[in-house]
């Protein structure tokens, strides 16, 4: 898995993720690779019970974010009371094992 790269639409602007091979706002396809900058904001979260193999614990909760620069994206939650709206500080790093290799991720703490 790679970096979390978003792509940012050369003609108009728009920030897409993941990546399409045309923008969906004026179908252009010049895109600039831009990467999830500053603090981001807790738009929704959710717990999961049923995790994939290669996960010890018992439960997860996953978030979704909006960084600064507009870009939205998933990561894990490493937040013990979140609240929609909350500021956050995105890592990358292991977040689970599958086949002997680590996987990386974004994880979201919080900014303070
Ligand atoms: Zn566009």
């Known amino acids: 898995m790679n970096k979390l790269i978003a792509y940012k639409c050369k003609k108009c602007g728009r920030i897409m993720y993941p990546r399409h091979s045309r923008c969906l706002s004026c179908n252009g396809r010049a895109f600039e690779e831009i990467s999830p900058a500053g603090e ?12 994939p193999w290669g996960i010890d614990e018992r439960s997860r909760t996953l978030g979704i974010v909006e960084f600064e620069n507009g870009v939205k994206a998933m990561g894990w939650l490493k937040v013990r009371d979140a609240k929609v709206g909350m500021k956050l500080k995105a890592n990358w790093e ?6 002997g290799q680590e996987v990386c991720g974004l994880t979201l703490y919080p900014a303070r």
């Open 40 to 51: 981001c904001k807790l738009l929704t979260y959710t717990q999961i019970w049923n995790l």
């Open 94 to 99: 292991a977040v689970r094992v599958i086949k």
